[in-house]
């Protein structure tokens, strides 16, 4: 345990995230060991490394006895990712949080002959000063984006995608959208169409997703009304054409749910370089990895 470290959050299907993701890194350690001078792991929005997962006390019944409550630490994206082999040359791992960043620094000084950066402040501006004047001759790289509700930027992406260097997955918040996205189009106001713009890339979201009715009130005023007409399934299909719109390749998503089975998001994965060499041999590891686990 570390300092700080206690990070609650996910349940089921975080795991199952964690379980593709995992897979993806170890497939592409492997393929890519020997071609490429060095391979790194960026992680966006890394926490603190772990994950704390609590066992609710239980009283005791006719059927089984009395619990105590149950405190569990699970490897978080960022251990998982130090523990891959083939190892990654360099790692990156990312925070806005102060207190996961001391974490992160912990986790860090436990691996000393490894190279490990740790970047405290915001991922999108931290990506793109990462990728800005790099040269990815030789390096490649896969980015684990897990954001905080709806924090990547579109223009994140953007930059992202031209090193042509690195493999993407992306957790789409689908309840995220869905909640920003009012039903009545009168809630939608300027900061909900500023944050769904911001991470689209486009103003078309609102088009799609939204019909306009025009109507005579009881004075015979016309009201301009609109709905959303878009459910969950339409705004991940959506979001998966923006992606292919930028991405050479960009796979099916996975979707994880809760523990009613309503989608909450949509794990995509993305691939930025487009020699078909490359884009056949990440589909390959990802598309298995992703089938399996549907």
């Given at each position: 345990?570390?300092?700080?470290?206690?990070?609650?959050?996910?349940?089921?299907?975080?795991?199952l995230?964690?379980?593709?993701?995992?897979?993806?890194?170890?497939?592409?350690?492997?393929?890519?060991?020997?071609?490429?001078?060095?391979?790194?792991?960026?992680?966006?929005?890394?926490g603190?490394?772990?994950?704390?997962?609590?066992?609710?006390?239980?009283?005791?019944?006719?059927?089984?006895?009395?619990?105590?409550?149950?405190?569990?630490?699970?490897?978080?994206?960022?251990?998982?990712?130090?523990?891959?082999?083939?190892?990654?040359?360099?790692?990156?791992?990312?925070?806005?949080?102060?207190?996961?960043?001391?974490?992160?620094s912990?986790?860090?000084?436990?691996?000393?002959?490894?190279?490990?950066?740790?970047?405290?402040?915001?991922?999108?501006?931290?990506?793109?000063?990462?990728?800005?004047?790099?040269?990815?001759?030789?390096?490649?790289?896969?980015?684990?984006?897990?954001?905080?509700?709806?924090?990547?930027?579109?223009?994140?992406?953007?930059?992202?995608?031209?090193?042509?260097?690195?493999?993407?997955?992306?957790?789409?918040?689908?309840?995220?959208?869905?909640?920003?996205?009012?039903?009545?189009?009168?809630?939608?106001?300027?900061?909900?169409?500023?944050?769904?713009?911001?991470?689209?890339?486009?103003?078309?979201?609102?088009?799609?997703?939204?019909?306009?009715?025009?109507?005579?009130?009881?004075?015979?005023?016309?009201?301009?009304q609109?709905?959303?007409?878009?459910?969950?399934?339409?705004?991940?299909?959506?979001?998966?054409?923006?992606?292919k719109?930028?991405?050479?390749?960009?796979?099916?998503?996975?979707?994880?749910?809760?523990?009613?089975?309503?989608?909450?998001?949509?794990?995509y994965?993305?691939?930025?370089?487009?020699?078909?060499?490359?884009?056949?041999?990440?589909?390959?590891?990802?598309?298995?990895?992703?089938?399996?686990?549907?």
């Open positions: 345990m570390y300092p700080g470290s206690d990070h609650e959050f996910g349940g089921v299907s975080t795991d995230k964690l379980s593709v993701v995992e897979g993806y890194l170890h497939g592409f350690t492997t393929a890519l060991r020997k071609h490429f001078r060095e391979l790194w792991y960026i992680d966006a929005f890394a603190t490394g772990e994950r704390t997962v609590r066992y609710a006390a239980q009283e005791a019944n006719l059927l089984v006895p009395a619990t105590e409550e149950k405190v569990e630490r699970r490897r978080g994206s960022a251990r998982i990712a130090i523990d891959v082999n083939p190892q990654f040359d360099r790692l990156i791992f990312m925070d806005e949080s102060p207190k996961h960043s001391k974490a992160l912990a986790l860090k000084g436990n691996h000393p002959t490894r190279k490990i950066d740790v970047l405290e402040g915001d991922a999108n501006v931290a990506i793109r000063e990462l990728i800005r004047g790099q040269s990815w001759s030789g390096t490649r790289a896969v980015m684990f984006l897990d954001p905080y509700g709806m924090s990547v930027n579109w223009d994140t992406l953007e930059a992202i995608q031209s090193t042509g260097a690195i493999d993407v997955w992306y957790l789409v918040s689908l309840s995220g959208l869905f909640r920003q996205a009012a039903r009545n189009g009168r809630a939608l106001d300027k900061s909900k169409r500023a944050a769904l713009t911001r991470m689209l890339g486009t103003e078309e979201w609102e088009e799609a997703w939204y019909k306009r009715d025009a109507k005579l009130d009881l004075f015979g005023t016309l009201d301009d609109q709905s959303r007409i878009a459910d969950v399934e339409a705004m991940d299909e959506f979001v998966g054409k923006r992606l719109s930028l991405f050479p390749k960009v796979l099916k998503p996975m979707r994880l749910k809760d523990s009613r089975g309503i989608p909450q998001f949509a794990l994965f993305a691939i930025s370089n487009r020699e078909p060499s490359a884009i056949a041999l990440a589909t390959k590891i990802a598309g298995h990895i992703l089938n399996s686990g549907r």
